[in-house]
């Protein structure tokens, strides 16, 4: 049973920092591409960023570029999410993901396979 779980979200202020943890069990971790999302109330779901299968190769929103940064850890099954300078607009629901899509559709949230539960993350002014 494939198995994701995001911790890390909490309440900051704005400008601030997080780090947002997804832990994997049940799947050949190091063969999946695995995406961060963000949903807030009354919104689409939306693409953050991603970590394809080989270290190094990341994407991002261009929303978040230069603020955030994902990495993984294939030895420990996890991936990671540091958020810099957050803002209140990002207030939202985080979740992970885990695909074998091609590198061209990684923004996609229909071409992953696998979802977390979320974690929230509150962002003050």
């Known amino acids: 049973q494939v198995e994701l779980v995001e911790s890390g979200g909490d309440l900051v202020q704005a400008g601030g920092s997080l780090s947002l943890s997804c832990a994997a069990s049940?799947?050949?971790?190091?063969?999946?591409?695995i995406g961060w999302f963000r949903q807030a109330p009354g919104k689409e779901r939306e693409f953050i960023a991603a970590?394809?299968?080989?270290?190094?190769?990341?994407y991002y929103a261009d929303s978040v570029k230069g603020r955030f940064t994902i990495s993984r850890d294939n030895a420990k099954n996890t991936v990671y999410l540091q958020m810099n300078s957050l803002k209140p607009e990002e207030t939202a629901i985080y979740y992970c993901a885990a695909g074998l899509a091609p590198s061209s559709l990684v923004g996609l949230s229909s071409h992953y396979d696998y979802w977390g539960q979320g974690t929230q993350v509150t962002v003050s002014s």
């Open positions: 049940g799947l050949t971790f190091s063969r999946y591409i």
């Open positions: 970590i394809l299968r080989s270290v190094g190769s990341t």
